[in-house]
């Protein structure tokens, strides 16, 4: 039998507190859990500080004055990065329920019209790491955005014990990360993004000001994953000081760590720099107890797949990073 779609209107997210939202944001922290193996709680705790300071842009579905599914995004300068739509209708989730996803759409439709009618507005980044590649991508396409498939790939850190061969030519050191390596290491990624498909996608790669404001929010903010400093390396040249490669960890779950960066100036590459950071990397983990690492790439840059799949890592998942551009594909 087929259900009758539930009636809901759409209302502004500023109108929500955290607490009217935690129905919805606690299915998707179990959802998260479940497919990805994610622990979001610690996103969503942020995003409650966001929604009780009331100043979160977005739309709520409300049904009989309950939320149902939510969506926000941030404005930054002349550019808006849509942050998650999520609906939950009692008895399915996201993944295998229509009605969700007819949700989803309209919240989508609403932050569309929003975005495009705001002022000045030049560009718009999304990236659901939710929602399957497929469920939401015409929605997108219609609406003028171009898709880049991504991939969320996880190996098991489980079996025999990794240990690190650490052979660096005299002139490279490896050491842990520090707070201080903030700014080189805001050089390293705008060289090591050049002209590359990841900063077609985000364009905060494509300058030094950009990565740092990237790595602001890997380094200070639980949004993807709780940083890990001890896990996380960079190789520096010894004369110069200047760092040649880098690797940042995160925490998502218990079980899962989580490679948020990793990059190579491409002046070191093809030296095995980067297999050596993978391998460093599922040690420390091993060492923290987690049983799982896992990381996101974009489908298109073959090398570092064609590299991590070497590395044992299988894809778990692919998702949609989506952006639009004014003027750009008519
Ligand atoms: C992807 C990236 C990190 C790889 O770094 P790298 O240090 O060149 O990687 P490695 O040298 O460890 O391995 C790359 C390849 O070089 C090969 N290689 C390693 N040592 C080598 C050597 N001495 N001589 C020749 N080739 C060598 C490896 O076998 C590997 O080939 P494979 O993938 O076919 O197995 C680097 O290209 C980069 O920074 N790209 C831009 C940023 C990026 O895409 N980051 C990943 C985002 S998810």
New binding site residues.
């Given amino acids: 039998m087929k259900n009758t779609p539930i009636p809901y209107e759409i209302l502004d997210l500023r109108h929500f507190s955290s607490k009217e939202l935690s129905p919805v944001l606690d299915a998707e922290s179990a959802f998260w859990l479940k497919h990805l193996h994610w622990d979001y709680r610690s996103s969503a705790r942020l995003l409650n500080q966001y929604l009780d300071a009331r100043s979160l842009p977005g739309y709520v579905a409300s049904a009989d004055g309950k939320a149902i599914g939510y969506s926000y995004f941030v404005y930054e300068e002349s550019k808006a990065v849509l942050g998650n739509v999520f609906a939950k209708v009692q008895g399915l989730d996201a993944e295998n329920g229509h009605e969700a996803h007819q949700i989803e759409a309209k919240l989508l439709s609403h932050v569309f019209e929003t975005l495009f009618a705001s002022p000045g507005m030049e560009r718009i980044e999304a990236q659901l790491l939710v929602h399957s590649s497929g469920v939401h991508t015409h929605r997108f396409e219609e609406a003028g955005f171009k898709i880049y498939p991504r991939l969320l790939m996880a190996r098991s850190l489980q079996g025999p014990r990794v240990v690190p061969i650490v052979k660096l030519p005299a002139n490279l050191e490896l050491r842990a990360w520090r707070d201080e390596d903030l700014h080189p290491a805001g050089r390293l990624i705008a060289e090591?993004?050049r002209g590359?498909?990841?900063s077609v996608i985000n364009n905060q790669y494509r300058s030094v000001h950009g990565s740092l404001r990237f790595l602001h929010n890997i380094v200070r903010y639980p949004g993807c994953g709780v940083f890990t400093p001890n896990v996380s390396q960079v190789i520096v040249e010894r004369h110069s000081r200047e760092l040649v490669?880098m690797l940042l960890c995160s925490r998502i779950s218990a079980e899962s760590g989580h490679?948020t960066?990793?990059?190579?100036?491409?002046e070191?590459?093809?030296?095995?720099?980067?297999?050596?950071?993978?391998t460093v990397a599922a040690s420390g983990f091993v060492l923290q107890g987690a049983t799982e690492l896992s990381?996101?790439?974009?489908a298109g840059?073959e090398?570092?797949v064609?590299?991590?799949?070497?590395d044992g890592y299988e894809v778990m998942h692919q998702f949609d990073a989506a952006v639009w551009e004014k003027n750009h594909y008519a």
């Fill in positions: 090591a993004y590359h498909l990841d490669a490679i960066q990793i990059c190579v100036h491409p070191y590459r093809k030296r095995g720099l980067a297999h050596l950071l993978l990381l996101t790439v974009t840059n090398n570092a064609q590299l991590y799949r070497g």
